[in-house]
C-alpha cells in the first residue's frame, strides 16, 4: 500500500514537469518572447564583455626581456689572426636584447661586422674595437645600443637606416669615423659624440629629422659635406673654437636651425651650407676664410649679420652669399680690404642700409647688390675702386652716392679682355639715384656726361 502512494506520487511529479516545460504557465506568448530576447542579449552582453577583458589582457605589455650574454653557438665568427681576435658577422639566436660576450672560444671579440635585422636592444662587451661598415644598418628595430671605451673606429654607414634608434653615447676612445653612420635614422634625439673626434664625415647625421641636439666635440676641426642635412628638428649648434672648415651643403635644409656663432679660427665654408636653415643671427669671422657659393642662400629668416675681422687680410664674399635673403635689413662691414662677389646680395628686398670699410679699398662684382629695392643708404662709398656691371640693377629707393677719385668701371669679366662697364649698366633701374663725382652731380638723364668724366669706352 505504501509502494503504490510512493508510485503515484512520482507519476503526479513527472507530468507537473511535463505541463511545465510545454509552456504551462501564466506569461503569454509575447511575454515568453521578449524575455528570451532579452536573455539572449545579456548573454550576448556578457560575451562581449568576455572578449573585450581578454583583448585588454592581450594589449597588455608583455614584461620587457632582460638583456642576457648570449652564447658562442648564437653568433657566426672567426678569428681574425691579424686583429687577434673574434669577429663576429651574425647573430642566429632569438633573443631581441643581447650582450655580446667578451670573448670567443678564449679568443677577444674585436670586431663586429653584422648581427642581425630583428634586435632591439645591443651591449657590446669591452674588447670590441671596430664597428664594421654597415654592421648595423637597416636594423630597423634597433632602440638601443651601448658601445664599449674599447671602440677605435665605426664604419662607413654603420647604423644608416636604424629607425627605431633614439639615443646614441659615442665613447671617447672612437678617433675615426665612417661616412653616413647615422644617414636615415629618423628617431634619433639626442647624440654625444667623442670628446676626440675630430673629423666629423659626409653625411654623418643626413635626413636625422628628429634630431635637436648634438654635443660637438672641442677636438672637432672639420664637418664634412651634408653632415646634417635635412635635420629638420635642429634648432641649435654650438661650435668648438678649434674648427677649421665647414662643408657644401653641411646644415642645409636644417629649417629649425636659428641660432649660429662660427669661431674665429674657421678657415672655410663650402657651397650652400646653410642654405635654406632658419637662422636669424650670425657672426662670422671673415679674414681670409675661402667662403662658397650660397652658403646663406634661401635662408629668408635672416636678420643679423655680425662680421668679425680675426685678423690682417681681404674678406672676399662668395658668390650669392646672402641671394635671397629678404628679411636682412642692416649689414656693416669690418674695416678691411673687401671683395663683394657677384649676386651676394641679389634681391635681398628688406636691405635698407650698408656700411662699407671706412679706410679699405672696395670692389664690387657683377649685380652685388641687385634687386635691392629697399636699399637707401650705402656709407663709405667713396672707397669703392672698382665697380662691375649692374651692381647698383634695380636699387630704386637709393637717392645719393659718391665715388671716389679713383673709381673705376672696368673689369675682365670676359676671358682676358678688359671691359669698361658704363654707368648706365652699374646703375641701370636706379631712377631716383644722384652720383656725385668730384664736387658734380649726375642722374639718370646725365649718365653719359658721368661716362665722360669718368673716361669710360663704350662697348
Given at each position: 500500500?505504501?509502494?503504490?502512494?510512493?508510485?503515484?506520487?512520482?507519476?503526479?511529479?513527472?507530468?507537473?514537469?511535463?505541463?511545465?516545460?510545454?509552456?504551462?504557465?501564466?506569461?503569454?506568448?509575447?511575454?515568453?518572447?521578449?524575455?528570451?530576447?532579452?536573455?539572449?542579449?545579456?548573454?550576448?552582453?556578457?560575451?562581449?564583455?568576455?572578449?573585450?577583458?581578454?583583448?585588454?589582457?592581450?594589449?597588455?605589455?608583455?614584461?620587457?626581456?632582460?638583456?642576457?650574454?648570449?652564447?658562442?653557438?648564437?653568433?657566426?665568427y672567426s678569428l681574425d689572426s691579424s686583429l687577434g681576435g673574434i669577429v663576429i658577422s651574425k647573430y642566429t639566436g632569438d633573443a631581441e636584447r643581447i650582450i655580446v660576450p667578451a670573448e670567443i672560444d678564449g679568443s677577444p671579440v674585436v670586431k663586429i661586422t653584422a648581427l642581425g635585422k630583428d634586435l632591439v636592444s645591443v651591449e657590446l662587451s669591452e674588447g670590441v674595437k671596430i664597428i664594421d661598415e654597415f654592421a648595423f644598418r637597416g636594423c630597423y628595430s634597433l632602440e638601443s645600443i651601448t658601445l664599449p671605451e674599447s671602440v677605435e673606429s665605426i664604419g662607413f654607414a654603420a647604423f644608416k637606416n636604424c629607425t627605431s634608434l633614439k639615443s646614441f653615447t659615442m665613447p671617447d676612445s672612437v678617433t675615426e669615423i665612417g661616412t653616413n653612420i647615422f644617414s636615415g635614422c629618423t628617431a634619433l634625439e639626442s647624440v654625444t659624440l667623442s670628446e676626440d673626434l675630430e673629423n666629423l664625415s659626409e653625411s654623418t647625421f643626413s635626413g636625422c629629422e628628429a634630431l635637436k641636439s648634438v654635443i660637438l666635440p672641442?677636438?672637432?676641426?672639420?664637418?664634412?659635406?651634408?653632415?646634417?642635412?635635412?635635420?629638420?628638428?635642429?634648432?641649435?649648434?654650438?661650435?668648438?673654437?678649434?674648427?677649421e672648415s665647414i662643408g657644401n651643403e653641411a646644415f642645409a635644409d636644417c629649417t629649425s636651425l636659428t641660432e649660429m656663432v662660427i669661431p674665429d679660427g674657421l678657415e672655410s665654408i663650402g657651397d650652400n651650407a646653410f642654405y635654406n636653415t632658419a637662422i636669424v643671427d650670425i657672426t662670422l669671422p671673415v679674414v681670409n676664410?675661402?667662403?662658397?657659393?650660397?652658403?646663406?642662400?634661401?635662408?629668408?629668416?635672416?636678420k643679423n649679420v655680425t662680421f668679425t675681422a680675426n685678423g690682417d687680410g681681404e674678406f672676399r664674399t662668395g658668390t650669392a652669399m646672402f641671394n635671397g635673403c629678404t628679411e636682412l635689413e642692416n649689414i656693416e662691414f669690418p674695416d678691411v680690404p673687401l671683395y663683394i662677389?657677384?649676386?651676394?646680395?641679389?634681391?635681398?628686398?628688406?636691405?635698407?642700409s650698408v656700411t662699407l670699410p671706412s679706410t679699405?679699398?672696395?670692389?664690387?662684382?657683377?649685380?652685388?647688390?641687385?634687386?635691392?629695392?629697399?636699399?637707401?643708404?650705402?656709407?663709405?662709398?667713396?672707397n669703392i675702386i672698382q665697380f662691375h656691371e649692374n651692381a647698383f640693377e634695380n636699387c630704386s629707393a637709393l637717392t645719393s652716392l659718391k665715388l671716389g677719385d679713383d673709381a673705376s668701371f672696368k673689369g675682365t669679366s670676359k676671358g682676358d679682355i678688359e671691359d669698361f662697364y658704363n654707368t648706365s649698366d652699374v646703375f641701370a633701374g636706379c631712377d631716383q639715384l644722384t652720383v656725385t663725382y668730384k664736387g658734380v652731380d649726375y642722374n639718370s638723364s646725365s649718365w653719359d656726361e658721368l661716362d665722360k668724366a669718368l673716361g669710360l669706352v663704350q662697348n
Open positions: 500500500m505504501n509502494i503504490k502512494k510512493f508510485i503515484a506520487a512520482i507519476t503526479a511529479l513527472t507530468m507537473t514537469a511535463a505541463l511545465a516545460s510545454c509552456g504551462g504557465n501564466d506569461e503569454t506568448p509575447n511575454e515568453t518572447g521578449e524575455n528570451s530576447t532579452t536573455l539572449a542579449a545579456e548573454t550576448e552582453n556578457e560575451s562581449e564583455s568576455s572578449d573585450t577583458a581578454a583583448s585588454a589582457e592581450e594589449e597588455t605589455e608583455a614584461p620587457v626581456q632582460e638583456a642576457a650574454e648570449a652564447a658562442a653557438s648564437d653568433f657566426e672641442p677636438a672637432l676641426k672639420t664637418i664634412g659635406n651634408e653632415a646634417f642635412k635635412g635635420c629638420i628638428s635642429l634648432t641649435e649648434t654650438v661650435m668648438p673654437a678649434g674648427l676664410v675661402d667662403f662658397g657659393e650660397s652658403i646663406f642662400k634661401g635662408c629668408t629668416s635672416l662677389e657677384q649676386i651676394t646680395f641679389l634681391g635681398c628686398t628688406k636691405l635698407r679699405a679699398d672696395i670692389t664690387l662684382s657683377n649685380s652685388a647688390f641687385s634687386g635691392c629695392s629697399g636699399l637707401t643708404e650705402v656709407n663709405n662709398s667713396e
